[in-house]
Nanobody
Framework: QVQLVESGGGLVQAGGSLRLSCAASGRTFSTMAWFRQAPGKEREFVARITWIGGGTNYADSVKGRFTISRVNANTLYLQMNSLKPEDTAVYYC??????????????????WGQGTQVTVSS
């Protein structure tokens, strides 16, 4: 049984930092990612990492401010610096097995966590 459990969300002032964590279990994943969804908006890609090799890519809106990383086979992180009010959203951990996925489409990921709220005040 696959489980993805996010933690680390919260309330922070603009310019501050947060680190999100995702504890993964149940399968060996090829690619993991972070997405976010703000109220009234579609879920959008934030960052992804391949489990072998550690290749990463980011949405333009977070490039240079956010860093995705993984530790061992079970833990995914998202370090978020210089946070802005427009970063406010529920952040989701996502994963897939099999072939590595280089895209940013929600449909490319089969497994999802329950989400963690990030609120950035101005």
């Amino acid at each position: 049984q696959v489980q993805l459990v996010e933690s680390g969300g919260g309330l922070v002032q603009a310019g501050g930092s947060l680190r999100l964590s995702c504890a993964a279990s149940g399968r060996t994943f090829s690619t993991m990612a972070w997405f976010r969804q703000a109220p009234g908006k579609e879920r959008e890609f934030v960052a992804r990492i391949t489990w072998i090799g550690g290749g990463t890519n980011y949405a333009d809106s977070v490039k240079g401010r956010f860093t995705i990383s993984r530790v061992n086979a079970n833990t995914l992180y998202l370090q978020m610096n210089s946070l802005k009010p427009e970063d406010t959203a529920v952040y989701y951990c996502a994963a897939r097995v099999g072939t590595t996925y280089w895209g940013a489409d929600v449909a490319g990921y089969k497994y999802w966590g329950q989400g963690t709220q990030v609120t950035v005040s101005s």
